[in-house]
């Protein structure tokens, strides 16, 4: 009866040992202690009873009992074990459409890149919008999850006013919630609706520039009824910035020219002419290594038309047609396929394109290069009326090939020109491959070293595009090839019911 005592407070200590050491690490240590004395406890009971226990065990139900413990102890500890090397050892899966919950691969190469030891400091008092609070420390332990130099501080501002003053905290700060980034070479400030409006961009830019590296800057030019990188370009502003691109705005008439940060020049869409002090800015950019993406559209303003035409390229008037590869209905959308691109995508298309037409007799400093180019079945239609379905006038048309568009080198001087603007607005970015046209062609213009590859995910509502051979496909199919196969299935069954 002592004996039976002894075994049963043995097994209740090693459970108590195996709970208290899984579920509160914080007393490992006593943990295993209470885990020794119920083994002790079970060794000094089976030796006391060493007999009783040995014909138990070499009975017919004693051999059943031990494999069946030996089995549940397995399974048991498989089930421990796999939990202990989790502690350690784990990965998290984030299966929203939208990559809500996991930072990109460019802010985790970032991290895992930091040399230099970064101080965040949080300052988040219980009146700080919760949105803000909860977003700005959720993305903070997902960053240190990448990067050891980092070290996390939450601080309230109310009880702690005198060390929120030494890091700068304003009222604004106070007020909305802010995150600071502090390093050897200078510290940054990020503000609660910062946080909410951009969130990993914020973040991530503020670790590099107090860590000392330094950003590229892409600059859209204003003033010529460009699209707005706020409105119509949202969407391709933050694919770069994904790719931690820093972008802005510019004005030639109302500053000092072109940065000397400026790692590109994009202007898209213009739909005025140059001033002529702007284009010497332009040209005198282009001159000193400059590089520009130029998206036009069709039958552009006369100055812009005169800039390239100096750089060897001519557009001709009207707009691109192409029988031969279009997103049907639109006979005037280009769809571009796998072998009409030097990126190898599968599709890129443009809802409205002008054409390229590269100069004879180029000077041998100077390489021109097309991206995208159109089928033989295209043409130039000078009078094009959207609704209308056009066709070849051999007196007035120009006949097909062209290039959509096409790399300009010439010493350290790189200019991109495509013939349509409207291929990376919000409403066609995500569609086919334009948007990995648009950030693959400003990755080569400012010299990154490694193919852009976006995470970011959009919602998944895209438009399908379709040639005119799988429109018609998909006319036969649906029309004549299940009535077919009825037909051919309905025959069998009635032979074989002969």
Known sequence: MKTSILALLGLVALSVGLVLNFVMPGIRYYAWIILALGAALLAVAFIFDFRRVQNALISHQGKFGVSTMVGVSLFFGVILLANAISVGNFHRFDFTGLAQF???????EALQALEKPVEIVTFFSPTVPPEVSMQGRFLLDEYQLYSDHLTLRNLDPDLNPDQARQYGLNRIGAQYGSVVFKSDEGQIQVYGPQ???????????????????????????TGHGEHSIQKDYSKARGGLKDNLFLVGELDLLNGFGIPQDAASLVIAGPDKDLDNREIKLLNDYLKKDGKLLMLLNPDPPESWKQLLSEWWIDVPAGTLIDLGSHVAPNLDHPLVPRNQNSFGFTEIYFPGAAGLIFQKGLPESVKIQPLAWTSRKSWVEKDFASGEDPQFDKLKDQPGPFAISALINKGGT?????????????????????SDLFLNTLNRLAAQTEVISVDRKVLPARRLLL???????????????LPFLLLIIGGYVHWRRR
């Not at 590296?213 to 600059?219: A, F, G, H």
């Not at 040639?467 to 090839?481: A, D, K, Y």
């Open 195 to 221: 946080i909410v409006r951009e969130a990993e961009h914020a973040f991530t830019s503020a670790i590099l520039q107090v860590t000392g590296t330094r950003q590229k800057r892409i600059y859209f030019l």
């Open 102 to 108: 996991t930072l990109t691969s460019q802010t985790k």
């Open 414 to 434: 790189s200019i991109v020109v495509i013939g349509d603007s409207d291929f990376a607005t919000d409403k066609h970015f995500y569609n086919g491959n334009n």
């Open 467 to 481: 040639s005119p051979e799988q429109v018609r496909f998909l006319h036969v199919s649906s029309i004549g090839l």
